[in-house]
């Protein structure tokens, strides 16, 4: 397969991202892979995958609410739902994922701010403080195909589902997916 190129004759960064795979956290912590979905009418699914340092999937999160919310609020709120299992979990060293460029570089700067986006931020950096280290990761949404594909598992369950021994087949290709491509 050819690769497609950019103006410049190197690899645009969609191909890039996704030839890349889910990267494995450094040993001792654990990666939290989030992710939200908003549909117009219907409302709003987060979802939450907590994986290892060898790829293990240890507990998932998937949220069903049926207010709407502004698609960076969403992504925000599925961060701070991924923070606060990862503390309940007893995690301390923790890299938070997400696909929303824009909700982690504001936590990477500590944003401040009186909308309600910003609220959530505050939040998610308050409740993180207690972790001894965290990091702030932006991915491509096609690294991370193991909390996407969960959230169609558990998409028309209104409320808050929280798993960690049984996943579902599409769940487990997934994650051999994802564990085939590894870096």
């Excluded at 892979?33 to 939450?48: C, F, I, P, T, Y």
């Excluded at 907590?50 to 049926?66: A, F, H, I, K, M």
């Excluded at 923790?94 to 939040?123: M, N, P």
Aim: glycine share 8%.
């Amino acid at each position: 397969m050819a690769s497609v190129r950019g103006r410049d004759g190197g690899e645009r960064r969609e191909e890039r991202e996704k030839r890349a795979g889910w990267v494995v956290p450094q040993d001792g912590f654990v990666k939290v892979n989030v992710d939200a979905g908003v549909k117009e009418g219907e409302g709003v699914s987060l979802r939450v995958v907590c994986r290892d340092s060898r790829g293990r999937v240890l507990w998932g999160v998937s949220c069903v609410q049926e207010q709407v919310w502004e698609p960076q609020v969403a992504e925000a709120v599925a961060v701070l739902e991924g923070v606060k299992e990862a503390m309940r979990k007893g995690h301390s060293m923790v890299v938070i994922e997400s696909d929303c460029l824009q909700v982690i570089e504001a936590l990477k700067r500590k944003y401040k701010g009186r909308s309600v986006l910003s609220l959530v931020l505050g939040d998610i950096l308050s409740a993180s403080s207690s972790f001894v280290s965290v990091f702030w990761s932006y991915t491509s949404r096609v690294n991370y195909s193991v909390a996407h594909a969960l959230a169609h598992v558990f998409l028309r369950v209104v409320g808050r589902v929280l798993w960690s021994d049984v996943l579902s087949p599409i769940a487990i290709n997934a994650v051999s997916l994802d564990l085939s491509l590894m870096q």
